[in-house]
């Protein structure tokens, strides 16, 4: 992996996972995915070169809320839904440190789902971990905005009647430039997508298909168990074809407007029909497709779906200090005060 290079300080020192691991009690339930996801992080922060004190996560509410006590750098732990704001906030004010969120999809779809969108849709250089078990955990089992329909919970025990989010979906249609996908039971491809959504200068979101094994137990089995994810995963690769399965015999093919699976040498399919990624097209047409994307009639589109390049609103902040600081008539707050219209009592 090569390094970013940016404004953030960079470590003068070679960094290990071990410098980044923390002296608190990790109290997450044994098996539980979140375990997975902080190893992955603690496998990108060394890679990604920047001092420790330049890291800054922040949380909201939930179990992927206690995640800032398990990473040894600075941390924020906020209230319920206002990770993305709090976030916002700081990245803002100190454009100098690399700042990541923890949530869940309670956290950020529910209760914090306009401040959510609108981070989004203002593509601040955030970096957001989606904890996705698709369930309320923390508060002992309810339904959230992603449980699929008919889940039966305790807040919905004859099922629930609510269409639920795909985050992908709601990523792109709030304008978003950095969308990817893993299962937590893949820590080196978590790896890999972390590692690529620190590159990307601007909000990104890696969703992380997470098992709660207390209350969700193998909600995602059918996509992330050994029997079945040669079928049911299509890991993306920029620049290559998007094959699957045994022996990479299934792939994805464009019919008329709509995605297609196939399989090579039936109906004289051959690895040329199949589509080529292109993470960095602008157009998100495709991107959508592929978020959307869900077994029986579809593999699960894992990796970076989406990685295009927009302003930042940080940098365009940075733009518009720098150019009223040297334009402005203003310099002193004695100066704001008596200018425009003064009168004296």
């Known amino acids: 992996m090569e390094q970013i290079l940016n404004t953030i300080e960079r470590s003068n020192v ?3 996972k071990e410098d980044f691991v923390s002296d ?3 109290k997450w339930c044994a098996g539980c995915g979140a375990h997975a996801i902080l190893a992955a992080v603690a496998n990108v922060f060394p890679k990604i070169g920047y001092r420790k ?3 800054m996560m922040v949380s909201g509410i939930g179990c992927s809320s206690r995640f800032p006590y398990y990473v040894n750098t600075y941390g924020f732990h906020g209230i319920h839904g206002r990770a993305n704001a709090i976030a916002s906030g700081v990245k803002i004010s100190n454009p100098k440190l690399s700042v990541w969120v923890a949530t869940g999809d309670g956290d950020s779809m529910a209760i914090g789902g306009n401040h959510f969108i609108h981070t989004i849709r203002r593509n601040i250089d955030l970096n957001i971990i989606l904890f996705n078990n698709m369930i309320y955990g923390l508060t002992k089992g309810q339904y959230s905005p992603t449980s699929p329909m008919g889940s039966i919970t305790k807040t919905s025990p004859q099922g629930t009647i609510e269409h639920p989010f795909n985050a992908g979906e709601l990523v792109i249609g709030a304008q978003g430039t950095f969308f990817a996908r ?11 997508v972390m590692f690529e959504a620190a590159r990307h200068d601007g909000t990104s979101l890696v969703e992380v298909l997470q098992n709660c094994i ?3 137990d193998k909600v995602h089995a059918p996509i992330t168990s ?3 994810r040669e079928d049911n995963q299509l890991v993306l690769r920029n620049g290559e074809p998007m094959l699957f399965g045994a022996g990479n015999k299934k792939g994805i093919r464009l019919s008329q407007t709509r995605l297609e699976v196939v399989t090579i ?3 004289g399919i051959t690895e040329n029909d199949i589509l080529v990624h292109d993470q960095f097209q602008q157009d998100p047409g495709i991107q959508l ?4 994307m869900a077994p029986p009639l579809y593999p699960v589109a894992m990796g970076v779906i989406r990685s295009a390049m927009y302003p930042t609103y940080d940098d365009m902040v940075e733009d518009q200090i720098t150019y009223a600081k040297a334009n402005s008539k203003i310099l002193t707050v004695n100066d704001l005060l008596n200018s425009g219209d003064t009168f004296e009592v």
């Open 182 to 192: 893993v299962p937590d039971n893949n820590i080196k491809l978590m790896t890999e």
């Open 53 to 55: 004190e330049n890291f």
């Open 226 to 228: 050994k029997d079945t």
């Open 289 to 292: 497709m592929l978020a959307k």
């Open 265 to 267: 040498g039936e109906n």
């Open 214 to 216: 207390i209350y969700n």
């Open 14 to 16: 070679e960094l290990t």
């Open 24 to 26: 608190q009690m990790v």
